[in-house]
């Protein structure tokens, strides 16, 4: 079991900056597949970037790179997403997910939501105009 908690969201207006965590506990922090999915009412839950813990190895939705940055800290047992340059569709609730499995962080599945079977409760991002 990998229990996450997220923090971090907040209301900012356009062009503004946040950095959301996600702490994970229940497994070992460097060998994990885990990351960021963002979703808006209505839509499906949308991958924003991932990352394998075990080397850092990044995947990241094309229409946002340059302005998201996925990180982690292995003492802390936390992994960061900076959000620069937030625009209004930018809003939405940032989750967190994690799989220790070794299939999920490739090119193939990292994108697919239903790969991840760890979920935190979320965190509300709202980017203002």
């Known amino acids: 079991q990998i229990q996450l908690v997220e923090s971090g969201g907040g209301s900012v207006q356009a062009g503004g900056t946040l950095t959301l965590s996600c702490a994970a506990s229940?497994?070992?922090?460097?060998?994990?597949?885990m990351g960021w999915f963002r979703q808006t009412p209505g839509k499906e839950r949308e991958p924003v970037a991932v990352?394998?813990?075990?080397?850092?190895?990044?995947y990241s939705a094309d229409s946002l790179k340059g302005r998201f940055t996925i990180s982690q800290d292995n003492a802390k047992k936390t992994l960061y997403l900076q959000l620069n340059s937030l625009l209004p569709e930018d809003t939405a609730l940032y989750y967190c997910a994690a799989d220790p499995g070794p299939w999920v962080c490739n090119d193939a599945n990292w994108s697919r939501h239903r790969a991840y079977r760890y979920w935190g409760q979320g965190t509300e991002v709202t980017v203002s105009s």
């Open positions: 229940g497994y070992t922090f460097n060998s994990i597949c």
């Open positions: 990352r394998y813990t075990g080397d850092g190895s990044t």
